[in-house]
């Protein structure tokens, strides 16, 4: 049967299809280790790590001074263009030079003070210092990937997301076997080196054929262009892994601390397939909006995106959504009380997909204001819900709150963008 050529000529198709196999065996992996988890370090393990992980998405914004979609969306547009190419690159190694020294010794000094509030306990701190160093491979990596999504190298980046994630998995089961809860920690805590590694080894040729490293200077010409995004950052990575953290600390507080690990399970299981959306948007979505500049192409392209990947996603949902039972079983055993949550978690979720869709308009045409006023609405709601649901239904509050959230996120988003192209077309 032959393969009609608008299928075969669908590049977000393509990315999709290739993203789906890594996706798969990165869920098959994760499964494997959130099952050894959930029976080795239990409820109180599992919030544990969603904590790091919370601060590891934290230091790689500060770390990178959250320039990551900048990078993305400049080099895109400047890929021919040399001498931009060089400006985007000093630019970017004042910010992260700054940035990295900067959180380093925040983590350094700050190791007892953090470890108390993030993990309750000083227990850790060991972990905080740990991170110290870890910093500036966290901030390389995030710059060197944001350069290789520019240039839209998926197949590549496809390859090393998969093999850097099977060399975290092994050393994160081989210390965890050996050291249990801290030996999980460390291995979390040190995968930016290797996934850092990883991607130097495979684009350095690449790397070197775009930035002359040589003639990179202590200069920001493209400061206030790079700042936009670091603000946008700020709100859609640091406040949102902060509140994170807080809620999480709230429920071992209000309510016990095993809820705080299963909705952090759930959180996972979540996390684990958005990580697919995220790479298509960064690939594909990200670089189509920001050549798009009036609302009739706009809308073509978003129905692309939406009728590509919302029956995808869906159709994964409602199989996730059914199997639910075995999936608790095989991943989380005895984590029973995650049952009720996944309703919630995935509706949730597929209002958040198609919200996020619209969101990369922000991101494109560095509409600061739009972005910041949206993130501070869904975070505020989140925050308040969580608080106010969680002490009438318990942890499912809080998830519940997840999809309210996201319900109203996306009716502000839609009106936000919209109100965009009709300010534009009353312009011209």
């Known amino acids: ?21 890594v996706i798969v065996v990165r869920l098959v992996i994760s499964f494997f280790i959130q099952r050894m988890l959930a029976l080795m370090v239990g409820e109180a393990g599992i919030a544990k790590i969603g904590s790091l ?16 979609s900048g990078i993305v969306k400049y080099v895109a547009e400047y890929k021919e263009d040399k001498e931009q190419l060089q400006k985007l690159f ?28 993030i993990f309750d306990s000083p227990d850790y701190i060991y972990l905080i210092k740990l991170l110290a160093v870890i910093v500036p491979f966290i901030s390389m990596y995030r710059v060197f990937n944001g350069i290789v999504n520019g240039l839209s190298r998926y197949k590549k980046l496809a390859g090393i997301d998969l093999f850097s994630y099977i060399l975290s998995a092994i050393l994160t089961v081989v210390l965890l ?47 206030k262009e790079l700042l936009a995004f670091s603000l946008m950052s700020f709100f859609s990575t ?56 009036n609302k009739t192409d706009f809308k073509v392209e978003l129905f692309n995106v939406y009728k590509t990947l919302l029956p995808l996603f869906g159709v994964g949902m409602l199989l996730i959504y059914f199997l639910r039972d075995y999936v608790i079983q095989i991943i989380y055993p005895d984590f029973h009380a995650m049952g009720p949550l996944f309703k919630w978690q995935l509706l949730g979720d597929f209002v958040r997909l198609a919200a996020i869709v619209l969101v990369y308009q922000f991101l494109a045409k560095k509409m600061v204001r739009n972005f910041i006023f949206s993130e501070i609405i869904s975070l505020a709601l ?38 965009y192209f009709k300010k534009q077309k009353s312009k011209s």
């Open 382 to 419: 989140f925050y308040i819900l969580s608080y106010y649901l969680a002490g009438i239904y318990g942890v499912e509050g809080v998830v519940m709150a997840h999809f309210i959230r996201y319900v109203l996120y996306f009716f502000v988003v839609s009106f936000l963008v919209f109100r």
């Open 238 to 293: 640091v406040l949102l892994n902060y509140v994170e953290i807080d809620i999480r600390v709230m429920i071992q507080k209000r309510i016990t601390m095993a809820d705080a690990g299963i909705w952090t399970a759930m959180t996972n299981i979540s996390k684990n397939y958005m990580v697919f959306s995220s790479a298509i948007f960064t690939l594909y979505v990200l670089p189509k909006f920001a050549g798009i500049h």
């Open 53 to 68: 992980r919370n601060l590891l998405e934290i230091l790689s914004s500060f770390a990178s001074v959250g320039i990551f």
């Open 1 to 21: 049967m032959k393969i009609p050529q608008s299928i075969r000529g669908n590049l977000l198709l393509k990315m999709t299809s290739l993203n789906a196999g």
């Open 177 to 223: 076997l050996t050291n249990n809860i801290d030996g999980a920690l460390v291995a979390i805590a040190i995968t930016p080196a290797l996934q850092f590694s990883v991607l130097l080894f495979i684009f350095v040729k690449v790397l070197r054929e775009y930035v002359q490293f040589s003639k990179l200077t202590f200069k920001i010409p493209l400061a």
């Open 90 to 117: 000093s630019t970017t190694f004042v910010f992260t030079v700054f940035g990295t020294l900067l959180v380093s010794l925040v983590l350094f000094f700050g190791a007892d003070y953090l470890s108390n509030t």
